[in-house]
């Protein structure tokens, strides 16, 4: 059971300004109670008086709420092209946002390097000691073992298992570190403030360099056995590309990815083009064949747009294959909501009516697809709302401490001013 700090804390952060009487009448506990619990949350530093309620004559209440800058919290996003790091203050509001490239060719620990840096100099730009920070989120490519802290199925960053992210982070700052997949940081962020804001059965599909998704069901994230939950790139989608052995780059990653749609538009294009010289005469002697430039999937939407038959099929087969994937997905999961997120997948939502038309037919509860609200910024945003539920939670377990041991001996433990 809470201590009556920490249910005042909780109702003060939740409902404030409000007064001792508004708190009593909330919690049923007694008024003395409540007095000294707020009277010591003050001298605490984590709530403040914010004005009085009540008018003409007679004593007015006091007003309470809580102190949003007692600390601050850091998320950070190592993405394929661009690290991200937020500060914000401990109700959520950004105080400072920064970026750098990953750079992620150098490897492993020059990114980690660079990553740290980027955090060090986040802090003096924003004005905040590394003491303030009460936790730290990361949203980090692959997968990080709970219990080893070593780091799996890292798409794009050379000698990423040997950088162990989770320790190097909590010894810099001295706080505790929550690492998540990105793309479940980026469900977190979509349903904190985005696109999926107040659901509890939620899917984000990411659809981008690579393909994944990030689940929340009952309000709570999937993470699966090892942490692999929403590796859907994996799915297979054709019996005929069933494989031999297995490949780090799954069946369905391959088809509707950025580098899947490329591959695909350049395989098609090249049996085109053999059919069309069948039955054309030899080039002369020294006559050098085309060559077609440097292309991207972003590049071939727009050229299926345009009418190019070509492009047109590859985009009309990667709507199917992402058709199978949701009806799958929806048959298992029945989320309320799938949102869209990714270059690719904002790029797909635009055909979000063939979609929902495959789902009608295949599933009995077909939800609704949304398209990703925050951006580049759902995963750094991701993060740091998983660190301001860490931070929150180190609060009311020192707080907790302080009731049921400090103030039994007299010596109640003081949390750092800011």
């Not at 798409?155 to 298992?161: E, T």
């Not at 080039?283 to 440097?294: C, K, L, T, V």
């Not at 029945?334 to 009608?360: D, Q």
């Not at 609060?395 to 041991?405: F, P, Q, S, V």
Request: with cysteine; glycine share 10%.
């Amino acid at each position: 059971m809470a201590s009556t700090r920490v249910e005042v804390l909780r109702m003060i952060r939740e409902r404030g300004p409000i007064s001792r009487t508004e708190i009593q009448a909330e919690l049923g506990l007694s008024f003395p109670a409540i007095s000294l619990a707020v009277a010591d949350l003050v001298q605490e530093g984590l709530v403040i008086r914010s004005g009085s309620t009540g008018s003409g004559v007679g004593r007015k209440a006091e007003l309470f709420e809580f102190n949003p800058r007692k600390g601050y919290v850091m998320g950070i996003d190592l993405g394929a092209r661009k690290i991200r790091v937020a500060l914000a203050n401990l109700v959520g509001n950004i105080v400072h946002k920064a970026e750098v490239p990953t750079l992620a060719y150098e490897g492993g620990p020059r990114v980690m390097a660079r990553l740290l840096e980027l955090a060090k100099s986040s802090l003096l730009a924003g004005n905040i000691q590394k003491s303030e920070v009460l936790a730290v989120g990361v949203a980090a490519p692959g997968i990080s073992e709970q219990s080893t802290g070593k780091n799996l199925l890292f798409p794009f960053i050379p000698s990423w298992a040997e950088v162990p992210i989770h320790a190097i982070l909590q010894d810099e700052f001295g706080a505790p570190v929550v690492v998540e997949n990105d793309v479940d940081m980026a469900v977190i962020g979509e349903r904190t403030w985005g696109a999926g804001k107040g659901c509890n059965d939620l899917v984000f599909l990411n659809i981008a360099v690579g393909v994944a998704a990030g689940i929340i069901l009952d309000g709570r994230l999937v993470r699966g056995r090892n942490a692999a939950a929403g590796e859907v790139g994996f799915m297979v989608v054709d019996p005929s590309l069933a494989r031999e052995e297995f490949d780090d780059q799954g069946v369905l990653e391959s088809l509707i990815s950025g580098p899947g749609i490329v591959r695909q538009w350049m395989q098609l294009r090249s049996k085109a083009a053999t059919t069309e010289t069948a039955s054309m005469p030899l080039e002369p002697a020294g006559a050098s064949s085309f060559q077609p430039p440097e292309i991207d999937s972003e590049t071939i939407f727009a050229m299926a747009e345009k009418g190019d038959p070509v492009a047109g099929q590859v985009i009309a087969r990667t709507v199917s294959y992402l058709s199978l994937a949701l009806a799958n997905l929806v048959a298992v999961l029945n989320p309320e909501k799938v949102i869209l997120g990714g270059g690719v997948g904002l790029a797909l939502y635009t055909r979000k009516e063939a979609l929902m038309e495959f789902l009608r037919r295949h599933v009995p509860f077909p939800p609704e697809i949304v398209h990703a609200q925050l951006g580049s910024d759902a995963s750094v945003f991701g993060a740091v709302a998983v660190a301001l539920e860490r931070a929150t939670m180190s609060l009311e377990e020192r707080l907790a401490d302080g009731i049921d041991n400090g103030h039994e001996k007299g010596q109640a433990p003081r949390l750092r001013e800011a």
